[in-house]
Nanobody
Framework: QGQVVESGGGLVQTGGSLRLSCAAS????????MGWFRQAPGKEREFVAA????????YYTDSVKGRFTISRDNVKNMVFLQMTSLTPEDTAVYYC????????????????????WGQGTQVTVSS
């Protein structure tokens, strides 16, 4: 079975930066689009960013555009989320997930189309 493991979360002050990592193993992830989602207390899990299996295209939710950058290294089976200019509104548990459809032509933001969810990593931004 495939699995993904997130890391890199922590406590940071407003305006700070963090780099989240997602290590994928057990299955072929290099042919799958990868996404980052987040879930704040009392809220539904929401889409943050995604990258196509080739790394050629990315997509971001409006609230993080210009601040977050998603990237991947298919040789190392890693996905990254560089987060800058963090605000308390970014506080959440961040999850990495793989699109269930190999080589999907476009990026989907639909949560239930993603499989192989990790356990998440907590990001807390203090004011």
């Amino acid at each position: 079975q495939g699995q993904v493991v997130e890391s890199g979360g922590g406590l940071v002050q407003t305006g700070g930066s963090l780099r989240l990592s997602c290590a994928a193993s057990g299955r072929t992830f290099s042919n799958k689009n990868m996404g980052w989602f987040r879930q704040a207390p009392g809220k539904e899990r929401e889409f943050v960013a995604a990258i196509t299996w080739s790394g050629g295209s990315t997509y971001y939710t409006d609230s993080v555009k210009g601040r977050f950058t998603i990237s991947r290294d298919n040789v190392k089976n890693m996905v990254f989320l560089q987060m800058t200019s963090l605000t308390p509104e970014d506080t959440a548990v961040y999850y990495c997930a793989a699109d269930g459809t190999p080589r999907r032509a476009g990026i989907t933001t639909i949560r239930w189309l993603y499989t192989y969810w990790g356990q998440g990593t907590q990001v807390t931004v203090s004011s």
